[in-house]
């Protein structure tokens, strides 16, 4: 097998509501509107003569990532317990980080998907494994087997759009990790996770304005625990032409939402001015 790479984009959950645990998945139930953003590591995949997988990672937020238990060592071990690798069968995985981790993108998801999707596309994954992996990999996990745009109507329902958005982002990554069972673990706040279809609409700006009505469920203990979060996104609300901002996942990173490229790159730069410590970059949906 001669080396290959492949791009694992991030997510961004545009406003995300969190209901209780459903018992049988001990996950909690969810809704949430999710575009990828062109934002990528590279992993690169070579089979190799050796008796164990050699796995390395480098970029700029690699030092974050735990080199002996990761998504990508749990994905192996997943994809050779469900038969899909043979044990004996060895492979070199480098993985380039240029996703912030611990950051709400999903960046270590879609590590795992990319993998995952890589070693299985001569054969489909079932219901029951998918469960399995997502029980192990966290519910983001499945996203990143969707087309890049879409409505999570609950954990396990999602609906594709029928039409390409094009949205900017000045997004902002404080260099907090802020861990998802952490956070999960003191949210009590649960909403009801309704029936509905309010995003399959034709209007970029009708879609804004039912954006504007909701909210990340778990922004408020992301803030209380890192104030300058708060901060943050204050800042953003007030450049020019932002629509609105937010949290994304269980945080550390904010986005504000811009209509244009023009209107993201001129208010990147007064950020960039009052956070010149925190990565501060413009991303667009794919």
């Known amino acids: 097998m001669r080396g290959q790479i492949l791009k694992s984009y991030c997510k961004i959950n545009l406003f995300l509501s969190v209901g209780r645990k459903l018992k049988r998945y001990k996950l909690h139930n969810i809704q949430s509107l999710i575009f990828f953003i062109n934002l ?8 190799i003569n050796s008796s164990k997988d050699n796995i390395k990672f480098f970029g700029k937020f690699s030092n974050y990532v735990n080199k002996k238990n990761n998504s990508i060592t749990k994905s192996l071990s997943l994809l050779r317990t469900r038969g899909f690798i043979n044990e004996k069968d060895k492979f070199k995985i480098t993985v380039k980080k240029n996703v912030p981790v611990f950051s709400g993108f999903g960046g270590g998801s879609s590590n795992a998907a990319a993998l995952i999707k890589f070693f299985t596309k001569k054969r489909k994954i079932s219901r029951k494994t ?14 990143f087997f969707y087309p890049p745009q879409l409505f999570q109507r609950n954990l396990f329902k999602i ?3 029928k039409k390409k958005y094009n949205f900017y982002f000045i997004l902002v990554y404080p260099f907090l990790r802020s861990s998802t069972k952490n956070i999960y673990g003191q949210f009590r706040n649960y909403k009801t996770i309704e029936n509905r279809n309010n995003y399959q609409v034709n209007s970029k700006l009708k879609m804004i304005q039912n954006m504007k009505f909701e909210e990340n469920s778990l922004e408020k203990i992301v803030a209380l625990k890192y104030p300058v979060i708060k901060k943050i996104l204050n800042e953003l609300k007030l450049i020019k032409n932002c629509q609105f901002s937010r949290i994304t996942g269980s945080g550390s990173a904010c986005f504000g939402l811009f209509l244009t490229q023009r209107s993201a790159d001129l208010g990147l730069s007064k950020i960039k001015k009052k956070f010149p410590k925190f990565w501060c970059v413009i991303g667009k949906t794919i």
Do not use: V
């Not at 990528?40 to 089979?47: A, E, F």
């Not at 992996?133 to 996203?143: A, E, N, Q």
């Open 130 to 143: 998918m469960d399995y992996f997502s029980k192990i990999l966290g519910s983001d996990f499945r996203l």
């Open 40 to 47: 990528y590591d590279q992993i690169q995949i070579k089979k």
């Open 159 to 161: 609906t594709k759009f």
